[in-house]
T-cell receptor, first 119, second 115 residues
Framework: AQKITQTQPGMFVQEKEAVTLDCTYD???????LFWYKQPSSGEMIFLIY??????QNATEGRYSLNFQKARKSANLVISASQLGDSAMYFC????????????????FGKGTKLSVKP | DVKVTQSSRYLVKRTGEKVFLECVQD?????MFWYRQDPGLGLRLIYF???????EKGDIPEGYSVSREKKERFSLILESASTNQTSMYLC??????????????FGPGTRLTVL
């Protein structure tokens, strides 16, 4: 079973509108972290936002916010006021604390969503 | 400013060649990772290392090996390159520890084509 599911292979949004990218996860570990990364066409992975499983409030970073619904195991990324520069691949990832061996740093990635912002 | 560098952005090799992909980080991170990225498959972990000379297999280690002789450098080796190893390869590093927040810092990636 997939641990991270991103159901939207591609999405379009009009410039200046808000957009939500979906992410659901599967874990039995009570302590975990959820990450969103952006990958422009140039290839580098850019960290956007983090949510810990024990965090009471949804994370926000500028125009990015994470809609964390723990009971539903979802961690959707919301981008407000989309800009042309937001066109990129977006990856959701999870880190579980109870990894095997020395795997405390391992991230499990979803397959990504390609966001295109239209002018 | 934190930095992870990879030796090449683009690489073209022939089937059967031995290929070295180098990754260097300047953040004194304990953990280093090699991922492979293919369209529709996301990032898949090949190998990781949590200390010098230590290595662990990830999800898809077949056809690859790694070397970590110094803390800052993590090398991915394709002993005999094959066309199905044509892909984007990403290196990352992070600190170690029990916090769930250990951001991974990524290099710019190497697009490898095996002919």
């Amino acid at each position: 079973a997939q641990k991270i599911t991103q159901t939207q292979p591609g999405m379009f949004v009009q410039e200046k509108e808000a957009v939500t990218l979906d992410c659901t996860y599967d874990t039995s570990d009570p302590s975990y972290g959820l990450f969103w990364y952006k990958q422009p066409s140039s290839g580098e992975m850019i960290f956007l936002i983090y949510q810990g499983s024990y965090d009471q409030q949804n994370a926000t970073e500028g125009r990015y916010s994470l809609n964390f619904q723990k009971a539903r195991k979802s961690a959707n990324l919301v981008i407000s006021a989309s800009q042309l520069g937001d066109s990129a691949m977006y990856f959701c990832a999870m880190r579980e604390l109870t990894g095997y061996g020395g795997s405390q740093g391992n991230l499990i990635f979803g397959k990504g969503t390609k966001l295109s912002v239209k002018p | 400013d934190v930095k992870v560098t990879q030796s090449s952005r683009y690489l073209v090799k022939r089937t059967g060649e031995k290929v070295f992909l180098e990754c260097v980080q300047d953040m004194d991170h304990e953990n280093m990772f090699w991922y492979r990225q293919d369209p529709g498959l996301g990032l898949r972990l090949i190998y990781f290392s949590y200390d010098v000379k230590m290595k662990e297999k990830g999800d898809i280690p077949e056809g690859y090996s790694v070397s970590r002789e110094k803390k800052e450098r993590f090398s991915l080796i394709l002993e005999s390159a094959s066309t199905n190893q044509t892909s984007m390869y990403l290196c990352a590093s992070s600190i170690t520890g029990q916090s769930s927040y250990n951001e991974q810092f990524f290099g710019p990636g190497t697009r490898l084509t095996v002919l």
